[in-house]
Nanobody, 123 residues
């Protein structure tokens, strides 16, 4: 399966963005999906993940309550709604998928990766 992340851009402090991760070459409903981000000079870090069933989500503490992950299997898409953005959220955001029902925070768990979309939050 190939993943395409989009929806990034420049937003002011306190603003919102919705990222999309669209799959091709397979049905995203068969995969658990995670969002990660990587700021300049930093390692890639986990943001959120959603199981195939969409019954459970897992958010990193720094984004919990501000970010929401969801999926629309009919559109083969997983979303990351980001509210109350701060400059500390500036990073390239990646979506990733794994063909199991479990989710986790390690980059090593995910087999398929999108190319990333840049989110810049200005102060």
């Amino acid at each position: 399966v190939q993943l395409q992340a989009s929806g990034g851009g420049l937003v002011q402090d306190g603003g919102s963005l919705r990222l999309s991760c669209v799959a091709s070459g397979g049905f995203l409903s068969a995969y658990s999906v995670g969002w990660f981000r990587q700021a300049p000079g930093k390692e890639r870090e986990f943001v959120a993940a959603i199981k195939r069933s969409a019954g459970t989500t897992y958010d990193q503490n720094s984004v919990k309550g501000r970010f929401t992950i969801s999926r629309d299997n009919a559109k083969n898409t997983v979303y990351l709604q980001m509210n109350s953005l701060t400059p500390e959220d500036t990073a390239v955001y990646y979506c990733a998928a794994r063909a199991t029902g479990d989710i986790g925070a390690s980059v090593d768990l995910y087999t398929y990766w999108g190319q990333g979309t840049l989110v810049t939050v200005s102060s």
